[in-house]
């Protein structure tokens, strides 16, 4: 989610993950933290509840550091 999404989409979202939570592995990939989902759902509820099942028996893995993707772009931004 780059961008906040609308209420049904939020809500279609978290029926796609209920329905087959248990049943099969996710990988999701985020630049957004858990503390940020409310926002970007725009309803904590909602967030609290994708969240829980998300991150039930799950691995976080957390990278910090420049962007691999830009690592050779540099001369777009000129960066040195």
Do not use: H
């Not at 809500?11 to 993950?17: A, G, L, M, Q």
């Amino acid at each position: 989610m780059l961008f906040p999404i609308e209420k049904e989409q939020a809500v279609n979202f978290f029926n796609f993950i209920n329905q087959l939570f248990e049943q099969t592995a996710f990988i999701i990939t985020t630049n957004k933290s858990p503390k940020e989902w409310a926002k970007m759902l725009d309803d904590e509820v909602l967030a609290t509840a994708l969240l829980d099942r998300l991150l039930y028996r799950c691995e976080v893995i957390n990278l910090e550091g420049k962007s691999y993707r830009m690592k050779n772009r540099k001369t777009i931004f000129n960066e040195n």
